[in-house]
Nanobody
Framework: QVQVVESGGGLVQAGGSLRLSCAAS????????MGWYRQAPGKQRELVAA???????NYGDSVKGRFTIFRDKGKNSVYLHGDSLKPEDTAVYYC????????????????WGQGTQVTVSS
């Protein structure tokens, strides 16, 4: 089993900054990519940012230039830094880990955290 736990979030004023952390643990054999998704009320879950094991990054259009994703492979962790936050950034932010455990390898699965609320006040 692989567990994914997020931390950070909370209430932020518009124009402020965001710092989220995520760590994967358990019977991890390999991790292909880690990333952050978010879901606002009444909307579909969308990509915020993702990073592969090779360091390639991908950002959602709405956060490009404002958010940055980092990864610490040794700690199976990923971090999201956001600046110039807007009220429309308000959402539950979910950490995603795509990889395999010792049982499933080479099959890969998506493992999700339970989410952390980020609220940006205007």
């Amino acid at each position: 089993q692989v567990q994914v736990v997020e931390s950070g979030g909370g209430l932020v004023q518009a124009g402020g900054s965001l710092r989220l952390s995520c760590a994967a643990s358990g019977s991890i054999f390999s991790i292909n990519a880690m990333g952050w998704y978010r879901q606002a009320p009444g909307k579909q879950r969308e990509l915020v940012a993702a990073i592969t094991s090779g360091g390639s990054t991908n950002y959602g259009d709405s956060v490009k230039g404002r958010f940055t994703i980092f990864r610490d492979k040794g700690k199976n962790s990923v971090y999201l830094h956001g600046d110039s936050l807007k009220p429309e950034d308000t959402a539950v932010y979910y950490c995603n880990t795509r990889g395999s455990d010792y049982v499933s390898y080479p099959l890969e699965y998506d493992y999700w955290g339970q989410g952390t609320q980020v609220t940006v006040s205007s």
